[in-house]
């Protein structure tokens, strides 16, 4: 009994082995009505930096990878990444998805830039051009958008859309919309405002007004553009409504929200709930299967991509697996091991060659991802992009693939070491020469390997499929591959006279710009005052303790009335305090004293007369050198009363005569 049982362990643990990985697996209950036990993997992908997607284009739309100074030829479906420039030509137009809920458009002639592209926030340039963006899902404080323009900078405060026109070479302003309830706050090199929904700004960049503004209703310059924009996103929010987040998969995988519109959701009993596509959606392409229609194309830092050539194939081809279930193709969310995130991948395939071709099919279900692209050398482990831990990244939520067959331990290693030939068709291998890998979809070629060959490919086993063939890099691409994919320069770059500088300040690191320019374009490095509701004075409190109205936008020091400045004082002379101080005789009154005064009868103060304060007689032996006291002419609040007036019948005493008369 205790050897079965010890046996059953030792097969446990060691079937992360089996499986070809050396990251550990934790199985774990999902809460549900009908709970089962799901594999979940702390596995993290070699390469997280976030990515992007063309998710519409029309017209000439072209791209060029960071570091490099070749375009290529943009294609929908295109993953995008940090660093790379997007141009529009005349009469096109591209959207790019950075998520569920956030798509930014181009329209024609229009540069942009990717400058940060962050689970912690995204960053954009557009030096020339116009873009709108609608943020249908925005959270400030999970992360920020921020737009750069010429010598402008427009921060995202809440959903919305905004557009931001940066005009064509030499023009010396640039305008910004917003619209949909949405909030941004505007920065110029020496300015900074809020500029709230239903209102556009202009601002002047260059010449003789640069630094003004102008306000007005955004509606006011809506045009063509505008109205392709409503349409776009009436579309979008269909499908993210029909869509089903956090109910068969997670917010990470997004793209999803274009599989209800091409296929079905049905349960199975080995997978749980899957996505099926129509007959329509894959009638067009004959012999249709995963990964047989569309190109690899070099994206750093993760190598080989594929681009699939069908509208919906985005989630499908980077996230989940695509496996082989009574007769049809369908594709599940997440593998037999779910990870704690769900990372986008390249391509979720297995890689092999066969004499001179080099072959490929969907990765199996219960197989873990292998990065082929690994010998390359690229970033690893989050050292530019991504954090499996960054806030707003869900873990797998949705628990609807939890009816997944409980396995025993025997079970899943026989999925795991069963070659794919007994569980997926043959016609699932693609095959390409050698010479001619990273070239689009031949005409007139499907990419089907002969019989032989693909039961060949898929009889493998498992080692063998993890020893992949040495692709070439991107710098080794071959001249025809080259071909295929490059571009002459966009026509908007051509014409663009420079460098064109944009943002209100110099963007430093991955940070956003929006507190740092705030600080200093509106407040002016100086502490802002209270929030609203709050009420500071900046008066000692009045005697009937009502509140004093703020006022100024930041602390000013203020002096009251009742504070004294301390000022230079005159110089007094003293030279009349030398005079030798000698006691009075009996009965005589020092010269230099006043003569005491009789007060007035009324002894209540004037009321024009200040309080008087007498401080008591000093007790001090010492001699003292005082200035002697003035003789002043009493002041008019002084004078004697009526009845002690003289008689007007009397002349005063100075003016009777020596006799008294």
Known sequence: MHSRRNSIWAVILLLPLLAGTAVSA???????????????DDYVSDVTNRVARVSFLTGDVRVRRGGSSDWERATLNLPLVEGDEIATDAGARCEIQFGPATHLRLAENSLLTLATLKDEGIAVSLPQGILSLHEADFDKTRSYFEIDAPQTTIAVENEGTYRVDSGQQGESQVRVAVTGDGEARVYSDNSGFT???????????????????????????????????????AVLAKRVKDAYYDKYYDRDIYGAEDLSDNGEWIHTRKYGYVWRPYSSAVDQYTAWSPYRYGQWRWLPPYGWTWVGDEPWGWATYHYGRWVWDEGYWVWSPYGYYRNQRSWWEPALVIITTVNSNICWYPLPYDHHYHNYNGHHGGPRHNQVGQSSTTAGNPTPSPTENSSTPILTPDQRTRRV?????????????????????????????TGVPPLAVANAVLAKDRDTILSPPILPSGADLPAKVRKEVAVERPTVVTKMDGVVRTGAAQRMNDAPLDNELRNTRIFGDRVPLPASGEVRSIRPAASDNSETRKTGAVERQHVFRNEQKTHPQPEIDRSRETRKYEPAKSGETPPFLPTPRESPK????????????????????????????????????????????????????????????
């Not at 050198?625 to 005493?653: C, G, H, L, Q, V």
């Open 26 to 40: 934790n199985f774990i209950n999902v809460p549900g009505n009908d709970p089962r036990n799901i594999a979940v």
């Open 602 to 661: 009324n002894d209540s103060p004037s009321k024009h007369e200040s309080p008087r304060y007498d401080p008591p007689p000093r007790n001090d032996p010492s001699p003292r050198n005082d200035p002697p006291p003035r003789n002043d002419p009493p002041p008019k609040s002084d004078r004697p009363s009526k009845s002690d007036a003289p008689s007007k019948s009397e002349p005063p005493a100075d003016k009777k005569g020596k006799d008294g008369r």
């Open 417 to 445: 070491t069963t070659p794919p030939l007994l569980n997926m068709p043959p016609t699932a291998v693609v095959s390409v020469p050698a010479s001619e890998f990273g070239l689009g979809r031949r005409r007139g070629s």
């Open 195 to 233: 500029l709230k929904s239903g209102r556009s700004a202009t601002l002047k960049v260059s010449g003789e007004y640069a630094g003004e503004l102008e306000t007005n209703d955004a509606n006011r310059f809506a045009d063509e553009f505008d109205s392709w924009n409503a349409d776009r996103d």
